[in-house]
């Protein structure tokens, strides 16, 4: 089990080996812690943080530290995957492998402070309950929320619900009753007659205990019959109101944490059918009278070896003081010899400062002096320069100007030239052009005159072999010579005329 403390101490105890396995001391004092169900985790809520916390080796190694303030209500899920956190009016469910808490998981619901968380047993819904008496019911996944009940005022201290199929809601007020809900409504009322703090109900069903919590009176355990009939069994246990009441994962054993400072374990008996509810404590106690009593005999001899050391520590703590004061004697001197060297070195620093400033003035109005002078001089050269600028750019004009003319005259040449061989070459070309029609002409009338004459021949050929196809037989007409006056394959009338002048002038060689 895991226990807080206003020492600023987080504490996990062994309540079989009935030893203390693992403490954690903090800088501020935890507000609310939660056991995981595997045993080996804690998430707290502290004054600044929230704080994610591994049980190592005998160590609390804090893995992961969340900026909520003061979260009192800090409760895991069934499963102990999820983590809800409580804050103000504002609960926060964090996946609690990963630490992470989506936007969607963070619920506003409540006007007013948050004083009791729980869950349902399939872990995706909770009920939280506040100050003023308002019962919320929230939806994970749906991300909503509803008002479930308002008690107008009525501060509810715990909210337990039922493991069955009625889905049934108990919360504990401090108007000193037990209220059933259902739904949006209460079923069942039950005046307690005394405030009741932590309200928890078995796993099965059977019972339910709750802690007395009222203010400077001794706190006791109660135990009821469940369903809620009125009949309880009543166990004193603290001196003071009761805080918290938890019950282990397995039912065997119950845990009450008093205002007195004293922790409690409980062995629960079954009852049966007709038997009495027994709450016998533990044969097994944390601490023994005889511990208690060498503790307390080890504070006190503490308390006096505390107190010797302390008037041993005054009296060397006056001797040093002593020769403190002589030192700071000493150191005072040194400062005010110290203090005397430097306001000499100041002095001598500002007659040298003053002297080198008189310096500088002189220099100043030397070189104001000779300002003018200098002013002068400078326009007279600047006025000297510019004339010899402007002689340069007039003779560079002059030249400009001469080369222009002369670039103007070789292209007016140029230009010239071009057009007289535009001119000769056009010339040229008509004259070719003509000569080339007069020889186009005379081809054409030699063509016609060779043509006439082909024609002619061909005539006197015809009439010839029309005489000799009369004389002679039809056996001997394939030997008649061919005659090759005829148009070739792919040949116009003058290559015909070109070809037969070729053969003609041949036949005058031979």
């Known amino acids: ?20 396995e693992v403490m954690g001391v903090y800088d501020e004092e935890a507000f609310g812690v939660a056991f995981h169900p595997s045993g080996f985790h804690i998430v707290a809520g502290f004054a600044s943080r929230l704080c994610f916390i591994n049980i190592i080796d005998k160590e609390l190694v804090a893995y992961k530290e969340i900026p909520l303030k003061e979260c009192r209500v800090v409760e895991f899920s069934h499963g102990g995957h999820m983590v809800a956190a409580a804050t103000g009016n504002t609960t926060h469910i964090f996946n609690f492998y990963t630490g992470e808490c989506p936007s969607n998981f963070i619920f506003r619901g409540q006007e007013t402070t948050i004083t009791a968380l729980c869950w349902t047993p399939d872990d995706t819904e909770f009920f939280t309950a506040n100050w003023t008496g308002t019962i919320n019911k929230y939806k994970l996944h749906a991300g909503t929320s509803e008002v479930i009940y308002t008690l107008k005022g009525i501060t509810i ?45 078995t796993r099965n069903l059977q019972y339910a205990v709750a802690g007395v919590e009222e203010k400077q009176k001794p706190g006791a355990l109660r135990v009821y019959m469940y369903p809620f009939s009125g009949e309880f069994a009543q166990v004193e246990a603290h001196g003071l109101e009761v805080r918290r009441v ?72 006056d001797e040093e003081r ?34 080198g400033i008189h310096r500088h003035n002189d220099k100043v109005q030397k070189l104001m ?9 400078e326009k007279l050269q600047y006025k000297e320069r510019m004339k010899e600028e402007e002689d340069k750019m007039q003779e560079l004009d002059k030249e400009m100007k001469t080369q222009t003319d002369i670039h103007n005259k070789i292209m007016e040449e140029a230009r010239r030239r071009h057009i007289e061989m535009m001119q000769e070459l056009e010339r040229e070309h008509r004259e070719r052009l003509e000569a080339i029609k007069e020889d186009k002409d005379n081809l054409e009338k030699t063509m016609a005159e060779s043509e006439e004459k ?57």
């Open 369 to 377: 002096d000779n300002y003018d002078q200098i002013k002068d001089n």
């Open 157 to 201: 201290t715990s909210l337990a619900e039922a493991i069955n199929k009625e889905k049934l809601l108990y919360a504990t007020t401090v108007d000193k009753k037990i209220r059933e809900y259902k739904g949006k409504a209460i079923t069942a009322t039950m005046d307690s007659g005394v405030a009741l703090g932590n309200l928890i109900l």
């Open 246 to 317: 938890r019950m282990s994962y397995n039912g065997n054993y119950l845990f009450s944490a008093g205002a007195d400072g004293t922790l409690f374990v409980f062995e629960l008996k079954r009852a049966y059918k007709g038997e009495e509810i027994r709450i016998v404590n533990s044969s097994d106690i944390l601490y023994s009278r005889k511990e208690l009593e060498k503790k307390q005999k080890q504070i006190e001899n503490l308390t006096i070896d505390n107190k010797e050391k302390f008037e041993e520590d005054e009296k060397n703590f």
């Open 1 to 20: 089990m895991c226990i807080r403390d206003r020492d600023k101490t987080v504490r996990v105890w062994d309540y079989e080996k009935k030893s203390l």
């Open 322 to 355: 002593k020769v403190k004061r002589l030192e700071i004697q000493r150191l005072k001197e040194e400062l005010e010899e110290e203090t005397r060297l430097y306001d000499e070195y100041i002095a001598s620093f500002e007659e040298e400062r003053k002297a």
């Open 454 to 510: 082909y024609m002619e021949q061909r005539m006197k050929i015809e009439d010839e072999m029309s005489k000799r196809l009369d004389k002679e037989s039809i056996k001997n007409y394939t030997e008649i010579p061919v005659s090759y006056t005829h148009l070739r394959a792919h040949e116009t009338v003058l290559d015909l005329v070109c070809r037969l002048l070729l053969e003609k002038k041949k036949k005058k060689k031979k």
